[in-house]
Protein backbone atom coordinates (compact mmCIF):
# COMPACT_ATOMS: atom_id res chain seq x y z
CA UNK A 1 0.00 0.00 0.00
CA UNK A 2 1.51 3.49 -1.09
CA UNK A 3 0.08 5.86 1.80
CA UNK A 4 0.35 9.73 1.51
CA UNK A 5 -1.41 11.22 3.73
CA UNK A 6 -3.44 10.36 7.01
CA UNK A 7 -5.49 13.58 8.76
CA UNK A 8 -6.65 13.38 12.53
CA UNK A 9 -8.52 16.66 13.79
CA UNK A 10 -11.48 17.43 15.75
CA UNK A 11 -13.46 17.51 13.44
CA UNK A 12 -12.95 14.77 11.08
CA UNK A 13 -10.56 12.16 9.83
CA UNK A 14 -9.02 11.44 6.19
CA UNK A 15 -7.16 9.69 4.07
CA UNK A 16 -5.68 9.41 0.69
CA UNK A 17 -3.39 7.61 -0.80
CA UNK A 18 -2.39 6.80 -4.30
CA UNK A 19 -4.09 3.85 -5.45
CA UNK A 20 -7.46 3.01 -5.01
CA UNK A 21 -8.87 2.66 -1.71
CA UNK A 22 -10.59 -0.79 -0.68
CA UNK A 23 -13.65 -1.27 1.66
CA UNK A 24 -11.54 -2.47 4.45
CA UNK A 25 -9.67 1.16 4.26
CA UNK A 26 -12.65 2.75 3.84
CA UNK A 27 -14.31 1.21 6.94
CA UNK A 28 -11.61 1.97 9.14
CA UNK A 29 -11.92 6.30 7.98
CA UNK A 30 -15.78 6.31 7.41
CA UNK A 31 -17.79 3.51 8.62
CA UNK A 32 -20.83 5.90 8.01
CA UNK A 33 -20.37 5.02 4.26
CA UNK A 34 -21.80 1.08 5.16
CA UNK A 35 -24.45 2.21 7.70
CA UNK A 36 -27.08 -0.71 7.56
CA UNK A 37 -30.08 1.70 8.24
CA UNK A 38 -30.31 5.68 8.72
CA UNK A 39 -30.10 7.59 11.86
CA UNK A 40 -33.34 7.25 13.66
CA UNK A 41 -34.18 10.70 13.29
CA UNK A 42 -35.13 9.99 9.61
CA UNK A 43 -38.76 9.62 8.50
CA UNK A 44 -40.31 7.58 6.07
CA UNK A 45 -40.12 10.06 3.48
CA UNK A 46 -36.25 9.16 3.48
CA UNK A 47 -35.07 6.96 0.99
CA UNK A 48 -32.34 4.88 2.25
CA UNK A 49 -29.36 3.94 0.03
CA UNK A 50 -26.05 3.03 1.72
CA UNK A 51 -23.22 4.90 0.19
CA UNK A 52 -21.66 2.02 -0.31
CA UNK A 53 -23.99 0.96 -2.64
CA UNK A 54 -23.51 4.27 -4.30
CA UNK A 55 -19.93 3.71 -4.67
CA UNK A 56 -20.30 0.49 -5.86
CA UNK A 57 -22.69 1.60 -8.84
CA UNK A 58 -19.91 4.59 -9.50
CA UNK A 59 -17.09 2.03 -9.78
CA UNK A 60 -18.58 -0.19 -12.24
CA UNK A 61 -18.50 3.03 -13.96
CA UNK A 62 -14.43 3.36 -13.55
CA UNK A 63 -14.95 5.31 -10.80
CA UNK A 64 -12.30 4.63 -8.10
CA UNK A 65 -11.75 6.11 -4.18
CA UNK A 66 -8.59 7.76 -3.76
CA UNK A 67 -9.85 9.94 -0.43
CA UNK A 68 -12.14 9.34 2.17
CA UNK A 69 -12.86 11.30 5.06
CA UNK A 70 -15.61 11.45 7.56
CA UNK A 71 -16.76 14.03 10.44
CA UNK A 72 -16.83 13.39 13.97
CA UNK A 73 -19.94 13.76 16.38
CA UNK A 74 -20.47 14.69 19.85
CA UNK A 75 -23.62 13.07 19.97
CA UNK A 76 -23.80 9.88 21.46
CA UNK A 77 -24.94 6.89 18.82
CA UNK A 78 -24.93 9.51 15.69
CA UNK A 79 -20.82 8.58 15.01
CA UNK A 80 -21.42 6.02 12.43
CA UNK A 81 -24.12 8.31 10.53
CA UNK A 82 -22.27 11.66 10.25
CA UNK A 83 -21.19 13.05 7.04
CA UNK A 84 -18.30 11.52 4.94
CA UNK A 85 -16.50 12.75 1.72
CA UNK A 86 -14.84 10.54 -0.93
CA UNK A 87 -12.79 11.74 -4.22
CA UNK A 88 -13.26 10.08 -6.80
CA UNK A 89 -11.18 9.23 -10.27
CA UNK A 90 -12.13 7.79 -13.60
CA UNK A 91 -9.39 4.42 -14.08
CA UNK A 92 -8.57 6.10 -17.40
CA UNK A 93 -6.90 9.28 -15.58
CA UNK A 94 -5.42 7.32 -12.80
CA UNK A 95 -1.86 8.27 -13.72
CA UNK A 96 -2.43 12.57 -14.75
CA UNK A 97 -0.49 15.08 -13.59
CA UNK A 98 -3.20 17.00 -12.50
CA UNK A 99 -5.95 14.18 -12.70
CA UNK A 100 -9.79 15.27 -12.46
CA UNK A 101 -11.38 13.86 -9.57
CA UNK A 102 -15.82 13.81 -8.46
CA UNK A 103 -16.16 14.93 -4.84
CA UNK A 104 -19.06 13.00 -3.19
CA UNK A 105 -20.69 14.20 -0.20
CA UNK A 106 -23.23 12.58 1.92
CA UNK A 107 -24.69 11.65 5.44
CA UNK A 108 -27.65 8.88 7.13
CA UNK A 109 -28.25 11.52 9.61
CA UNK A 110 -30.38 14.12 7.38
CA UNK A 111 -27.33 16.78 7.40
CA UNK A 112 -26.62 16.39 3.73
CA UNK A 113 -27.86 15.17 0.69
CA UNK A 114 -26.00 13.42 -1.89
CA UNK A 115 -23.28 15.91 -2.97
CA UNK A 116 -21.19 15.95 -5.95
CA UNK A 117 -18.77 18.56 -7.47
CA UNK A 118 -15.69 18.32 -9.60
CA UNK A 119 -12.53 18.64 -7.98
CA UNK A 120 -8.55 18.76 -9.33
CA UNK A 121 -5.66 16.04 -7.63
CA UNK A 122 -2.11 18.00 -8.15
CA UNK A 123 0.25 15.61 -7.91
CA UNK A 124 3.59 17.04 -7.15
CA UNK A 125 2.33 18.47 -3.83
CA UNK A 126 -0.77 16.40 -3.30
CA UNK A 127 -3.23 18.91 -3.28
CA UNK A 128 -6.89 18.48 -3.66
CA UNK A 129 -8.61 20.97 -4.73
CA UNK A 130 -12.58 21.66 -5.15
CA UNK A 131 -13.15 24.02 -8.84
CA UNK A 132 -15.21 27.06 -7.37
CA UNK A 133 -17.98 28.21 -9.48
CA UNK A 134 -16.46 26.13 -12.66
CA UNK A 135 -18.95 23.90 -12.87
CA UNK A 136 -22.48 23.59 -10.14
CA UNK A 137 -22.58 21.08 -7.39
CA UNK A 138 -25.40 18.40 -8.43
CA UNK A 139 -27.40 17.60 -5.01
CA UNK A 140 -29.00 14.23 -5.20
CA UNK A 141 -32.01 14.18 -2.37
CA UNK A 142 -32.48 10.87 -0.79
CA UNK A 143 -35.32 10.07 -2.69
CA UNK A 144 -36.28 7.89 -5.85
CA UNK A 145 -33.65 6.03 -7.58
CA UNK A 146 -30.78 7.54 -5.81
CA UNK A 147 -28.18 5.33 -7.27
CA UNK A 148 -28.94 6.15 -10.72
CA UNK A 149 -29.44 9.80 -9.69
CA UNK A 150 -25.58 9.90 -8.94
CA UNK A 151 -24.10 8.07 -11.69
CA UNK A 152 -26.22 10.71 -14.19
CA UNK A 153 -24.78 13.13 -11.94
CA UNK A 154 -20.94 11.73 -11.94
CA UNK A 155 -20.79 11.42 -16.03
CA UNK A 156 -22.35 15.85 -15.79
CA UNK A 157 -19.46 16.35 -14.13
CA UNK A 158 -16.95 14.54 -16.24
CA UNK A 159 -18.62 15.99 -19.59
CA UNK A 160 -17.95 19.37 -17.54
CA UNK A 161 -14.45 18.95 -17.30
CA UNK A 162 -12.83 20.57 -19.99
CA UNK A 163 -14.51 23.41 -18.50
CA UNK A 164 -11.81 23.17 -15.36
CA UNK A 165 -9.03 22.64 -18.11
CA UNK A 166 -10.20 25.83 -19.54
CA UNK A 167 -10.21 27.16 -16.09
CA UNK A 168 -6.41 26.11 -15.13
CA UNK A 169 -4.93 26.61 -18.53
CA UNK A 170 -6.46 30.68 -18.12
CA UNK A 171 -4.49 30.42 -14.12
CA UNK A 172 -1.41 28.81 -15.69
CA UNK A 173 -0.90 31.62 -18.81
CA UNK A 174 -1.35 34.53 -16.57
CA UNK A 175 1.48 36.12 -15.43
CA UNK A 176 1.17 37.92 -11.75
CA UNK A 177 3.54 40.93 -11.06
CA UNK A 178 4.57 40.90 -7.32
CA UNK A 179 2.60 43.06 -5.74
CA UNK A 180 0.03 41.31 -7.39
CA UNK A 181 0.51 38.12 -6.04
CA UNK A 182 0.66 39.66 -2.63
CA UNK A 183 -2.86 40.97 -3.31
CA UNK A 184 -4.19 37.41 -4.18
CA UNK A 185 -2.70 36.28 -1.01
CA UNK A 186 -4.05 38.75 1.40
CA UNK A 187 -7.44 38.04 -0.42
CA UNK A 188 -7.03 34.42 0.73
CA UNK A 189 -6.06 34.96 3.98
CA UNK A 190 -9.38 36.62 4.60
CA UNK A 191 -10.71 33.99 3.27
CA UNK A 192 -9.07 31.89 6.63
CA UNK A 193 -9.24 34.84 8.86
CA UNK A 194 -12.65 37.15 9.83
CA UNK A 195 -9.19 39.84 10.67
CA UNK A 196 -6.96 39.02 8.61
CA UNK A 197 -5.09 41.96 10.88
CA UNK A 198 -5.10 39.21 13.63
CA UNK A 199 -3.98 36.28 11.11
CA UNK A 200 -1.21 34.55 12.51
CA UNK A 201 0.57 34.66 9.56
CA UNK A 202 1.65 37.12 6.74
CA UNK A 203 0.31 36.90 3.10
CA UNK A 204 3.75 36.04 2.21
CA UNK A 205 3.85 32.93 4.41
CA UNK A 206 0.95 31.99 1.74
CA UNK A 207 3.57 32.89 -0.66
CA UNK A 208 6.31 30.74 -0.08
CA UNK A 209 6.88 27.56 -2.24
CA UNK A 210 7.18 23.96 -0.52
CA UNK A 211 9.27 23.06 -3.72
CA UNK A 212 11.31 24.40 -6.00
CA UNK A 213 9.05 24.16 -8.98
CA UNK A 214 6.13 26.41 -7.68
CA UNK A 215 8.44 29.21 -7.62
CA UNK A 216 6.85 30.23 -10.87
CA UNK A 217 4.97 33.81 -11.66
CA UNK A 218 2.24 32.38 -13.14
CA UNK A 219 -1.25 32.27 -11.14
CA UNK A 220 -1.40 28.73 -11.05
CA UNK A 221 1.59 28.36 -9.44
CA UNK A 222 0.55 31.19 -7.10
CA UNK A 223 -2.73 29.57 -6.31
CA UNK A 224 -1.25 26.46 -5.31
CA UNK A 225 1.67 27.58 -2.64
CA UNK A 226 -1.40 29.55 -1.42
CA UNK A 227 -3.78 26.68 -1.35
CA UNK A 228 -1.28 24.62 -0.24
CA UNK A 229 -0.12 26.43 2.72
CA UNK A 230 -3.80 27.51 4.13
CA UNK A 231 -5.19 24.03 3.76
CA UNK A 232 -2.08 21.71 5.16
CA UNK A 233 -1.27 24.18 7.87
CA UNK A 234 2.24 24.22 9.78
CA UNK A 235 3.39 27.78 9.23
CA UNK A 236 4.71 29.20 12.11
CA UNK A 237 3.67 32.71 13.53
CA UNK A 238 2.17 34.72 16.44
CA UNK A 239 -1.11 34.98 18.14
CA UNK A 240 -2.38 38.99 18.02
CA UNK A 241 -1.12 38.61 21.81
CA UNK A 242 2.44 37.66 20.22
CA UNK A 243 2.39 33.83 21.25
CA UNK A 244 4.18 31.72 19.28
CA UNK A 245 1.91 29.19 17.17
CA UNK A 246 1.49 27.21 14.05
CA UNK A 247 -1.12 27.23 12.11
CA UNK A 248 -3.60 24.16 11.41
CA UNK A 249 -4.58 21.84 8.72
CA UNK A 250 -8.50 22.91 7.59
CA UNK A 251 -9.75 19.39 8.40
CA UNK A 252 -13.53 19.65 8.84
CA UNK A 253 -15.19 18.51 5.77
CA UNK A 254 -17.49 21.57 5.31
CA UNK A 255 -14.86 24.44 6.27
CA UNK A 256 -12.23 22.03 3.70
CA UNK A 257 -14.93 22.35 0.70
CA UNK A 258 -16.00 25.99 1.32
CA UNK A 259 -12.64 27.55 1.38
CA UNK A 260 -11.13 25.88 -1.62
CA UNK A 261 -14.17 26.58 -3.56
CA UNK A 262 -13.64 30.48 -2.53
CA UNK A 263 -9.60 30.23 -3.22
CA UNK A 264 -11.11 28.82 -6.64
CA UNK A 265 -12.80 31.60 -7.55
CA UNK A 266 -10.88 34.18 -6.04
CA UNK A 267 -7.82 32.91 -8.61
CA UNK A 268 -10.73 32.44 -11.44
CA UNK A 269 -11.82 36.24 -10.80
CA UNK A 270 -8.02 37.25 -10.82
CA UNK A 271 -7.82 35.95 -14.88
CA UNK A 272 -10.78 37.28 -15.40
CA UNK A 273 -9.26 40.81 -13.98
CA UNK A 274 -5.97 40.22 -15.85
CA UNK A 275 -7.73 39.51 -19.56
CA UNK A 276 -9.62 42.90 -18.51
CA UNK A 277 -13.39 40.91 -18.31
CA UNK A 278 -14.14 42.85 -15.07
Not at 45 to 52: F, K, M
Not at 234 to 252: C, D, E, F, H, W
Request: with cysteine.
Amino acid sequence: MSRLSTTFGSNSISYRQNTPLDNNQLFRIAPSIFAEQPHESRTSRYTYIPTIEVLNGLKKEGFLPFMVAQSRSRIEGKSEYTKHMLRLRHENSIADEEANEIVLINSHDGTSSYQMMAGVFRFVCQNGMVCGDVMEDIRVPHRGNVVHDVIDAAYTIVDGFDTVRNSIDGMKSTLLLPEESEVFAEAALSLKYDDPDDAPITAHQLLTPRRWDDKKDDLWSSFNRVQENIMKGGLRGRTATGKRTSTRAVQGIDSNVKLNKALWILADKMVALKQGII
